[in-house]
Every structure is written in C-alpha cells, then in structure tokens.
C-alpha cells in the first residue's frame, strides 16, 4: 500500500501563491500517473491536474495558465504550483497516485489518495 502525504496548504489573498507539494511512500511499487483533486464545500471533488510517468499533463479549464504540476520519479512526488490564486480556488486539495506493485508475473494496479489539503483564498 502506497501513503501519500500532502503539504503546503494555507491562506492566501487573492493573487497570491501556494506550493503544494505530495510525496509517496511505501516499499516495492512503481507510480503511473500522479493527480491533484480538489473538492469545494458542497461541490463534487474535481480533478485539477493530472501528470503521466512520462510527464504529459492535463488540466481543468478552470486553472489552465494559472497552475503548474510537476514531478520528482526520483523522490516519488508530485507538486502543483498555483498563481493568480482566486477565492473560487478555495477547497481541499487531494494527492492522487495510479501505481503497479507486486512481482512481474503478478502484477497489481492500485490507488492511493492522500488526507488531503485546505487551501483558503480570501477576497
């Protein structure tokens, strides 16, 4: 089993920045692809960003320009840098990972999500 752990969630103005940072950790397994999610109050949670093991991204429409998601295979993180940071940015923000582990004859697919973290844009 795969535990993510989130980091650098906080209050910010609007404008400003936040750096999100997610690290994997665990023992025998290979990480695919990487996500961040997050979820508002009273909304569905919604997919952000996602970065293939090759590092092709996607994003929302909605944070297209203003955030960039990266990843470190060495350090097994994923990171998601956010600009222009908007009040409508404000809810939990979820690490996400696809990863195989197990031997080549056996493999297994699995995912892991994260405990999550508050990000607070104020007006």
């Known amino acids: 089993q795969v535990q993510l752990v989130e980091s650098g969630g906080g209050l910010v103005q609007a404008g400003g920045s936040l750096r999100l940072s997610c690290v994997a950790s665990?023992?025998?397994?290979?990480?695919?692809?990487m996500a961040w999610y997050r979820q508002a109050p009273g909304k569905q949670r919604e997919l952000v960003a996602n970065?293939?093991?090759?590092?092709?991204?996607n994003y929302a429409d909605s944070v297209k320009g203003r955030f960039t998601i990266s990843r470190d295979n060495a350090k097994n993180a994923v990171y998601l840098q956010m600009n222009s940071l908007k009040p409508e940015d404000t809810a939990v923000y979820y690490c996400?990972?696809?990863?195989?582990?197990?031997?080549?004859?056996?493999?297994?697919?699995?995912?892991?999500w994260g405990q999550g973290t508050l990000v607070t844009v104020s007006s």
């Open positions: 996400y990972c696809h990863y195989m582990s197990g031997p080549i004859t056996r493999l297994r697919y699995d995912a892991s």
């Open positions: 665990g023992s025998g397994f290979s990480i695919n692809d």
């Open positions: 970065i293939t093991s090759i590092s092709r991204t």
